[in-house]
């Protein structure tokens, strides 16, 4: 018999994740602009931000985590450089990795609890 490329369960962990991952990358770039401009912004005249600009930083804290990418943006005059872009790269990775290992741990318990009931 031959052996699967992938063992059961993962192919259908996978997609989720890479979905995760693509979703979370798009929202970055798209935000990313955007909250850097804000933030610059606020540095310059120490206005805090108010309105659509609080919720575009707002935002962006959230998907920089667990790697603050907005604090190696430059100025927003040059665009957002290298390292936001390999920054942003590594928390989409961080985050479809996150949800793999989410669901690669709830198909473990769930296969465990099978087991367990089936040996009753």
């Known amino acids: 018999m ?3 490329i992938f063992p059961r369960g993962y192919l259908p962990t996978l997609f989720p994740a890479l979905a995760v991952a693509v979703i979370h990358l798009w929202l970055s770039v798209i935000v990313g602009n955007s909250a850097n401009s804000a933030w610059q ?5 120490g206005e805090p931000p108010i309105g659509a600009d609080a919720t575009v930083i ?3 804290r959230i998907l920089a985590l667990p790697l603050p ?3 190696t943006a430059p ?3 040059y665009g957002l ?3 936001w872009r390999i920054g942003t790269i590594v928390n989409s990775i961080v985050w ?3 949800i793999y290992g989410l669901y690669r741990l709830g198909q473990s318990l ?3 609890q099978r087991d367990v009931e089936s040996a009753i």
């Open 96 to 98: 479809g990795a996150a």
């Open 69 to 71: 990418t907005l604090a």
């Open 75 to 77: 100025h927003p005059v």
């Open 41 to 45: 912004h606020r540095f310059d005249t």
């Open 110 to 112: 769930f296969d465990r």
């Open 2 to 4: 031959k052996k699967p």
């Open 58 to 60: 707002a935002i962006d």
């Open 81 to 83: 450089g290298k390292w």
